[in-house]
């Protein structure tokens, strides 16, 4: 079994920055992809960017140039570096992990972008 753990959420105002963290444990094999997700109220979850555990990053359209996925020395620790951030990035956040056909979720984090 796979434990993913977010942290790093929280209400800012527009123009301002967080960092959200994923700690996975358990079973993790070396072919592994980790990523993270958004779902705003009413709306359906989306991928906001990944990361290969060869370290190839995918980013969408919506936030790049604004937020970063990346690793540390710990390779199953994830950070998503979110700067600029707007009240549309306003969602709960959520960590997965992707490997051997089957994906395993956090419990989310709530980003709140208002003034």
């Known amino acids: 079994q796979v434990q993913l753990v977010e942290s790093g959420g929280g209400l800012v105002q527009p123009g301002e920055s967080l960092r959200l963290s994923c700690a996975a444990s358990?079973?993790?094999?070396?072919?592994?992809?980790m990523a993270w997700y958004r779902q705003a109220p009413g709306k359906q979850r989306e991928l906001v960017a990944a990361i290969t555990s060869g370290g190839s990053t995918n980013v969408v359209d919506s936030v790049k140039g604004r937020f970063t996925i990346s690793r540390d020395n710990d390779p199953n620790t994830v950070y998503l570096q979110m700067n600029s951030l707007k009240p549309e990035d306003t969602a709960v956040y959520y960590c997965n992990l992707d490997q051997r056909f089957k994906q395993y979720w956090g419990q989310g984090t709530q980003v709140t972008v208002s003034s």
């Open positions: 358990g079973t993790i094999f070396r072919i592994h992809a």
